[in-house]
């Protein structure tokens, strides 16, 4: 319930408090409110100290709720309020705002209140004096059930491509460029110091996406081939060969490319089964999610699905996931005989356990709510070490895969990446739907793949 303190009611000296401790998150929300970008806020590299403080009209607002709240409360209306700033506020600050009853006028019922905000140590942050319109008459009712407000942020692939600011571009096969989005993510790419890329396709064509697009393609390699299969073709050889250490498909269609590099004799293949990841950053979930295979294996065996997992696991590593926690899902969380997956599920935390998959934590069969909460797991007496901390969702089949993923990225504002691993080079998959962003982190995924096989083949060297 929310009352208020009429004109009547109030006396001098009569006080009303409240107190609140400073986050991130309310320096966010405000700032995307306000529009205040200030820096000093925001940026740890910006602030001084690199400490980043609230804004000063942050606290200035904890004075309006306590007018607005407590007293005199609802029906209150400002008529004026002067603020003196006597020091910042940092993160994990706690200000007690209190307004203190001064004077009171009958003729406009108008009273004035000194206000002070002053941290966990007393000291003083903001002082001033309020002026107000009390409210005449009583107001006791429930207080108003707010929007709940999710601070969503984007830095998880942000995080990756930091990671490759050390790294030097990995020279990747663009192979046929010949649209306007294929080219440009290629050019970005190389902007953003991530790829080398040597554009495979035919000349005339990716040279007039280019002029028509005002994109500057002078300094990159350019391999001259008559049409998409050649280019195809000559891409994969490229990486075969090692004049390129990643493949990026361009505006050709994913199975004519992968066509050529499965081919046996002179594609791109190992003793793996190709694979596809998708790395998502879901603002919801606190570490990334890896979920495969959403894009290659239609129908997976259980076979298949150990390679599947074992690309996912060794992926997880590269990102930086000492022990990847590895879900695998399925409709259910026993095992029914009746549902395919759920024994496959069994049958690989078999194999993990026997040393037949290597460097990750199996559990399953588990369905979704379980792998991703720990509550709803232990809710249904489930005793997991990946249930709310898993780094890896194998799915059942391509189907259930593209469709998780998919509403992760529109529903959950996830932003995603996509790479395919078990070739002897990554290949990035990337859409005319991807955002920069995306395309951006597809290529960081495969610059990291790239480095970590060029330090293991080093190592193996020595």
Excluded at 417 to 442: C, E, F, K, M, Q
């Amino acid at each position: 319930m929310i009352e208020n303190v009429t004109f009547a009611e109030i006396h001098i000296g009569q006080q009303a408090s409240l107190s609140r401790r400073l986050t991130m998150a309310d320096i966010e929300l405000f700032a995307t409110v306000s529009g205040d970008l200030n820096p000093s806020h925001l940026d740890e590299d910006y602030a001084a100290d690199g400490r980043v403080v609230g804004h000063g009209m942050w606290s200035a607002s904890l004075i309006s709720a306590v007018l607005g709240t407590l007293l005199p409360g609802p029906g209150t209306v400002y008529l004026g309020q002067d603020l003196t700033f006597h020091r910042p506020v940092r993160l994990g600050d706690v200000l007690t705002v209190t307004v203190t009853a001064t004077a009171k006028d009958a003729t406009r019922t108008a009273v004035t209140f000194d206000c002070l905000a002053a941290n966990q140590d007393g000291k003083p942050v903001v002082t001033g004096v309020a002026q107000v319109v009390a409210p005449t008459e009583k107001v006791r009712r429930s207080a108003s059930e707010l929007p709940q407000v999710q601070v969503i942020r984007h830095d998880g692939h942000e995080l990756m491509l930091k990671k490759c600011e050390a790294l030097p571009p990995v020279p990747t096969a663009v192979v046929h460029p010949c649209d306007e989005s294929s080219l440009r993510g290629a050019v970005e790419a190389a902007e953003a110091g991530l790829i080398d890329p040597v554009l495979v396709g035919p000349e005339a064509k990716i040279r007039a996406v280019a002029d028509a697009n005002g994109l500057d393609i002078a300094r990159f390699r350019l391999v001259d081939v008559p049409h998409s299969h050649a280019s195809a073709e000559t891409g994969v050889r490229l990486a075969r060969t090692g004049e390129c250490e990643a493949v990026m498909k361009g505006s050709l269609h994913t199975d004519e490319l992968m066509g050529e590099v499965v081919r046996k004799e002179t594609g791109l293949r190992t003793g793996r089964r190709l694979s596809h990841v998708f790395v998502m950053n879901v603002p919801t979930y606190p570490r990334p999610l890896l979920i495969t295979d959403a894009a290659i294996n239609i129908y997976p065996t259980l076979e298949d699905k150990v390679h599947i997992v074992q690309n996912a696991i060794d992926l997880a590593k590269v990102l930086g996931v000492a022990t990847p926690r590895v879900a695998i899902l399925s409709a259910v969380e026993t095992v029914n005989p009746k549902i395919a997956s759920t024994l496959e599920a069994a049958a690989l935390c078999k194999m993990a356990d026997r040393g037949q998959i290597k460097g990750g934590i199996l559990d399953g069969p588990l369905a979704f709510d379980n792998a991703i909460s720990r509550e709803a797991a232990i809710t249904k007496g489930i005793t997991s070490d990946v249930s709310g901390k898993a780094d890896i969702l194998l799915v059942p089949d391509l189907e259930a895969g593209n469709m998780l993923a998919k509403q992760l990225s529109f529903l959950a504002h996830a932003d995603a990446a996509g790479i395919v691993l078990g070739a002897r080079v990554p290949i990035i998959l990337t859409s005319r739907a991807d955002n920069v962003r995306t395309r951006l982190a597809s290529c960081a995924v495969a610059v990291l793949v790239a480095a970590s096989r060029r330090a293991s083949a080093a190592l193996a060297a020595e």
